[in-house]
């Protein structure tokens, strides 16, 4: 039995990057499993039940069915993929996979999820917007690095699609929602354009009213 076919729960925010990656590559392997959303935003990942699944109180999460739990998006894309496609066999495309993942994590993440956090999420008087500025330039640092790559590769995962490209994927969709201009990366554009003509790719929902209009508010 394939470990996508186990009933597995994920507990995730249906707009954060971080949880849409791991539902994009569930949707993309076909795999059955429970959705639990979970509003980080509203303090849900601090109530006493979320923290006995992960004391870090961070989605997502991943729950197997006989209780075991794997957190951090990108441990659970390896695991989820290990034996598929969307990982690599070769032992240095993988090696080069995980490269990537880790830059998701220390030098994309940290800027551009989180000048997208601040736009959308806090009040416009909040003292973080401060941030911002700095945010989107090391933003742009991340994404002249994933821009250079793309002019000479199709993908981040090796000579395929795989789950470096889901991972970067995630937060470089909706960049833009934190004032990250893309269209100065037309090789950034193209790839994000041909993850959208994978199969069976599905969108992030997009966040309520109020944080779009933060969003339009903040560029």
Known sequence: MSRTDAGLKVYGMSTSGNCHKVKLLL?????RYEWHEVDSADGQTRTAAFLALNPNGKVPVLQRNDGR???????????LA??????????????QALSW????QYSHEPYVAVARF??????????????????????????????????????FTGSDYGIADIALFAY???????GIRLSLYP?????????????AFVAMPLPDAQVQARFSASV
Do not use: C, K
């Open 118 to 155: 601040i736009s959308g999420w806090t009040p416009m008087d909040s003292p973080r917007r401060a941030e911002l500025p700095r945010l989107r330039e090391r933003a742009d640092d991340a994404l002249a690095v994933m821009e250079r790559h793309l002019q000479a590769q199709a993908w």
């Open 27 to 31: 949707q993309q392997l076909g795999a």
């Open 69 to 79: 739990v794997l957190t951090e998006s990108n441990a659970i894309l390896y695991w």
């Open 187 to 199: 090789a950034v554009e193209r790839w994000l354009q041909a993850v959208r003509e994978q199969p």
């Open 101 to 104: 993942m880790f830059f998701e």
């Open 82 to 95: 290990e034996g598929t496609p969307f990982l690599p066999a070769d032992g240095w495309q993988r090696a």
């Open 172 to 178: 470089t969709a909706v960049a833009g929602d934190g």
